[in-house]
Each structure stands twice: as C-alpha cells, then as structure tokens.
C-alpha cells in the first residue's frame, strides 16, 4: 500500500507525474484504493493477474 508521495520519494518521477499513472492504473482496474481519503492504493487482483499474465494488455484497452 502506497501513496503517490512514497512513491516519488523513491524513483526519479514527480508526485504529479506518479499520481497521473496511478490514476490510469485505477481507470484500467489494476490498482484499488486501500483508502481513498488518504490516496493510498494497492494492487488489485486484476493488477496481480496481469504481472502475472494471466490478463493480456488487449483486455485493459476494452475497459477504457
């Protein structure tokens, strides 16, 4: 569980930059809020399948 901050702090991307990934991620359904109030996200079970893949790339272009 991450936010967009902790995860600038530790690459070379600005927090905005990071956030606006994120945010795609989330539209594509591979990461979820662990707690929206506070921005923090996790890998979702779609998230884990497509690292693992188990789900190809055409099926995130479909959900869009």
Same mark, same amino acid.
């Given at each position: 569980m991450l936010t967009?901050? +902790?995860? %600038? =702090?530790? &690459? /070379?991307? %600005?927090r905005t930059t990071v956030r606006e990934h994120l945010l795609e991620? +989330? =539209?594509? $359904?591979l990461v @979820?809020?662990?707690d929206e109030d506070a921005a923090v996200?996790? +890998? &979702? /079970?779609r998230g884990r399948a497509y690292l %693992? $893949? /188990? +789900? =190809?790339? &055409? @099926?995130l272009d479909d959900d869009a």
């Open positions: 967009p901050r +902790l995860l %600038a =702090d530790n &690459s /070379d991307y %600005a991620l +989330l =539209d594509h $359904g @979820e809020y662990y996200y996790q +890998l &979702s /079970d %693992a $893949g /188990d +789900l =190809d790339v &055409s @099926e």
